[in-house]
């Protein structure tokens, strides 16, 4: 059973289009997250949702709207995409923080995106 | 400046050798401290917690060092399969987590 999963793994779009990626975890988990990897492999968070709230919006464009309808989905919408976009965008969730302090970050297989 | 610093490497070594990876981390109220690992065209894995007291696991040993705001990770006896990249992590406030640039490393027959 995948843990963290999202669609599509791999997407080509031309610039200018919109484009949509899903992120669903089975974990039971009240957090999740948007990472953005660029070609130099540094892993930037971009949106962090807790039960369906956002918490984090790292300075993100936006053309970039994050939507949680509940707290087992995270989905990234991003309209008008530009050469720049071209990256490997991760979902991740975890458990709230609780008595547990070392709670890790599960990620997702990633979403390979090439804008043209 | 970025929550948390990393060299990039690459490091290179022999089978058999012992490599340390080390990051800094810039916010002193972060509270939970980790190393993944990230194979080539993966998604990043958890390869250990870092506990204050330090931690081992089996050839791993991981040590942090809250006053400095340092981490570090020390492979014993490193396999071809250690090859990867070593990504420090820190988490803040409990739900945000902060990447290191990852180290790379290339174990050699």
């Known amino acids: 059973d995948t843990a963290v999963s999202q669609t599509p793994k791999y997407l080509v779009t031309q610039m200018g289009n919109d484009k949509s990626i899903k992120c669903e975890q089975n974990l039971g988990h009240d957090t999740m997250y948007w990472y953005k990897q660029d070609s130099k492999k540094f892993l930037k968070i971009m949106f962090s949702?807790?039960?369906?709230?956002?918490?984090i919006n790292e300075t993100v464009p936006n053309r970039f709207s994050p939507k949680s309808p509940d707290k087992a989905h995270l989905n990234l919408h991003i309209n008008s995409l530009e050469l720049g976009d071209s990256a490997v965008y991760f979902c991740a969730s975890s458990p709230t923080r609780t008595a547990r302090v070392n709670t890790e970050a599960f990620f997702g297989q990633g979403t390979r995106l090439t804008v043209v | 400046r970025k929550e948390v610093e990393q060299d990039p490497g690459p490091f290179n070594v022999p089978e058999g050798a012992t490599v340390a990876f080390n990051c800094t981390y810039s916010n002193s109220a972060s509270q939970s401290f980790f190393w993944y690992r990230q194979d080539c065209r993966k998604e990043p894995k958890l390869l250990m917690s870092?506990?204050?007291s330090g931690n081992e696991d089996g050839r791993f040993t991981a040590q942090l060092n809250r006053a400095s705001q340092y981490i570090s990770l020390l492979i014993r006896d490193s396999k071809l399969s250690d090859s990867a990249t070593y990504l420090c992590v820190v988490n803040v406030a409990g739900n945000q987590f902060y990447f290191g640039t990852g180290t790379s490393l290339t174990v050699i027959p």
């Open positions: 949702y807790n039960n369906k709230e956002l918490i």
């Open positions: 870092v506990y204050s």
